[in-house]
């Protein structure tokens, strides 16, 4: 018996193998994998692994979730924090256990990962692929859902000084939006911030190790509370005029993420207990 | 200057590489309805009472005897030389300066249909390569190793004959990972060892097309009609590397990974010809392409599985050992 039918046993319950027979799913291989190496298996080990901390150790709140389409294309635009990429982990375990209807989570990732021995391929397996136009219209075409941090490393490598003021946007997915016809959904995360704060940046460091930053931080996740708030989807005509057109429509979503993060903090209970 | 082809006599084959599995599974599809040449660098080989069969090196002027003797309509260039032959020198004259002169015979004595193997190695194995690459994604591999200059270099000579000689009707393959039985590449000999090695903390996912399926393809074009231009050839179907080894009962021998360098350096060290130091970073990030185009313009699927391909790995380890 392999490592992984070891661990399914062990770790996926009957609850969780329901939810995941109501996920849609998209073409695979004769093995199970699709072309970003995800698999069905190894989703289900990730899941049922990270929603014991999802349940218990940060006590994820969620608001909204029925503004996820059940199905079809649609690209889930949150705010990024938290030096890990832990609010993707929240957010990709909040739509594939959504009771409206379960989604299996795309996240796109930084760049670096696949260089990342361990770290690159298991992100893969779970159905993560590096935030490349090219791997995200291919999966909004397969009427996937796509999650996206618009503010990459700005804002996920934030001092914690700058904690809820949202960073740059790129306008990447703007245009991939537009260029699909695919629905926004924004989500404002509350709590990750607080998860790992960071004092300071060890660029030096950085550069030598190759890593876009070096935070000075506690060693491991601290067990604050996060709130994911869901808002309306927002549709965009597919008519790019011009790039201050697509500005214009990149302000819009950012503005109501910096709604649903206000909306977070209030509805936050306490930041850990 | 020859005169220009009629089209009332029965278009006869150049097909190179005749030594190898696929230039011989290709010629047994076409010799029922095209009268068929044979050329290898390597020997003359014998295949058929019919069939004339030629030792030729392309950077010798008795290629262009071949072309004097028989009225060529159609070229399948396989002979390319694989990444596991000779140094990069070599590779370089055969696969390049010898294409080059096989293309200039092809646009003198009016051949209009040119087939030539590629490969997709030319797109790179670089950790941002977004998966199912098209073919007009650019061509990264001589970015990322010397030792690949050639076979991006074919390419690239391929495509200044596809657009500048448009009467050649060229079109360019690039299979993705051929296997299968009698397969002498890198793959094919990776997949017959009893034990191969694994970069720690990398498992790509990886593509195969059956040697015997892509003979079918290759003779489909010269059925169907002519449409010039380049396609990536594989299935849709997917498997990680580990998965590929367990498949074909091949030991995992973990690899350092870490930093790049060394695991470069080992292999050079171990020369070994199924894991070139070149194409260690194939075992690390996925090469996976789009075989859309080939499929939607000839209406062609693989027919044979990953597990028949595996199968005949598994196989061959139950032999006894020689």
């Known amino acids: 018996m392999g490592v992984k039918t070891l661990l399914k046993k062990a770790l996926v319950s009957r609850e969780m193998e329901e939810i995941f027979d109501r996920v849609p799913k998209e073409a695979v291989g004769s093995y199970g994998y699709d072309p970003w190496g995800a698999s069905l298996e190894g989703s289900k080990i990730g899941l049922a692994i990270f929603k014991r901390f999802y349940d218990h150790y940060f006590r994820v709140q969620t608001f909204g979730l029925e503004n996820i389409p059940k199905n079809g294309r649609v690209l889930v635009i949150a705010n990024h924090s938290g030096q890990l990429p832990l609010d993707g982990v929240m957010i990709s375990i909040a739509v594939a256990t959504n009771p409206n209807g379960p989604r299996a989570p795309r996240a796109m990732i930084e760049r670096f990962f696949p260089t990342v021995p361990f770290v690159g391929n298991y992100l893969n397996e779970v159905g993560s692929v590096i935030g490349d136009p090219i791997n995200c219209v291919r999966m909004l075409e397969r009427d996937e859902c796509v999650i996206v941090f618009p503010e990459g490393v700005r804002g996920s490598g934030k001092l914690y000084n700058k904690r809820y003021q949202l960073q740059r946007f790129g306008h990447g997915f703007m245009h991939l939006a537009m260029q699909t016809g695919s629905p926004i959904v924004p989500v404002g995360v509350v709590g990750c911030e607080e998860t790992m704060p960071s004092l300071a940046n060890i660029k030096p460091l950085a550069k030598i190790l190759g890593l876009p930053y070096v935070p000075v931080t506690v060693p491991f996740p601290l067990p604050a509370r996060v709130v994911l708030s869901f808002g309306e989807p927002l549709s965009f005509p597919r008519e790019v005029i011009s790039e201050e057109h697509v500005a214009l429509n990149v302000e819009k979503v950012k503005e109501k993420i910096r709604d649903l993060i206000q909306k977070g903090l209030e509805q936050r209970k306490g930041r850990f207990f | ?322």
């Open chain 2, 1 to 322: 200057m020859p005169a220009k082809k009629t089209g009332k006599k029965k278009s006869t084959v150049l097909v190179t590489g005749a030594a190898g599995v696929l230039a011989q599974q290709t010629i047994a599809r076409l010799s029922l309805k095209h009268p068929i040449v044979a050329v290898d660098f390597r020997r003359a080989v014998e295949i058929g009472p019919n069939i004339p069969s030629y030792k030729v090196d392309f950077l010798k002027r008795g290629l262009e005897d071949v072309f004097r003797q028989h009225d060529i309509s159609t070229v399948i260039h396989i002979g390319r030389i694989g990444t596991d032959i000779g140094g990069k020198f070599f590779r370089y004259n055969a696969n390049v300066i010898g294409t080059q002169k096989l293309y200039d015979l092809c646009v003198k004595y009016h051949v209009n249909h040119v087939v030539v193997m590629s490969s997709y190695f030319v797109y790179g194995a670089s950790p941002y390569n977004p998966a199912l690459l098209d073919e007009d994604t650019p061509l990264k591999a001589s970015d990322l190793t010397l030792n690949l200059i050639d076979t991006v270099e074919l390419e690239n000579l391929s495509q200044i004959y596809l657009y500048k000689h448009p009467q050649l009707n060229m079109q360019i393959l690039r299979p993705t990972n051929i296997a299968g039985p009698g397969v002498r590449n890198n793959i094919g000999r990776l997949l017959s060892l009893r034990w191969a090695p694994v970069l720690m903390g990398f498992n790509p996912v990886m593509q195969f097309i059956h040697v015997l399926d892509l003979a079918d393809a290759i003779s489909l074009l010269l059925e169907k009609p002519k449409k010039a231009g380049i396609y990536n050839l594989a299935p849709n179907d997917w498997v990680p590397y580990k998965t590929v080894l367990s498949e074909c009962n091949i030991h995992a021998v973990p690899f350092p990974s870490v930093p790049p360098g060394l695991t470069v350096s080992i292999s050079r060290l171990l020369k070994w010809k199924a894991f070139p130091s070149y194409l260690v970073n194939y075992f690390k990030y996925p090469v996976i392409i789009d075989g859309g185009k080939f499929e939607r313009t000839f209406g062609f699927k693989p027919a044979r599985s990953l597990e028949e391909i595996f199968t005949h790995y598994r196989e061959l380890k139950k032999e006894p050992w020689i």
